[in-house]
């Protein structure tokens, strides 16, 4: 399984910003797929993920502001933030399970006036 993440970038406090993560190769949908984020000097932490039967689990510290979804037709699963503030700065991280956890590679968020 690869993993294709994108559209990270700067953005000013109370913005918005979609991240989208396309797998490919040996795909099966009933996978969990998700993001975590890591900043600087601090530990990987659950952003929000979402099973192939779209049940989804959020980080406390975005509930209410970043929304995941999925097309399982397209096997790719997006983030939309809303309301970011300075401290969702961080490296988000796209991650598959089923049976075996796959990452992507990363795309920055930065959020700052």
């Known amino acids: 399984v690869q993993l294709q993440a994108s559209g990270g970038g700067l953005v000013q406090p109370g913005g918005s910003l979609r991240l989208s993560c396309a797998a490919s190769?040996?795909?099966?949908?009933?996978?969990?797929m998700g993001w975590y984020r890591q900043a600087p000097g601090k530990q990987r932490e659950l952003v929000a993920v979402?099973?192939?039967?779209?049940?989804?689990n959020y980080g406390d510290s975005v509930k209410g502001r970043f929304t995941i979804s999925r097309d399982n037709a397209k096997n790719t699963v997006y983030l939309q933030m809303n309301s970011l503030k300075p401290e969702d700065t961080a490296v988000y991280f796209c991650?598959?399970?089923?049976?075996?956890?796959?990452w992507g590679q990363g795309t920055q968020v930065t959020v700052s006036s």
């Open positions: 991650k598959y399970s089923l049976f075996t956890t796959y």
């Open positions: 190769g040996s795909i099966d949908s009933i996978n969990v």
């Open positions: 979402i099973s192939g039967g779209g049940s989804t």
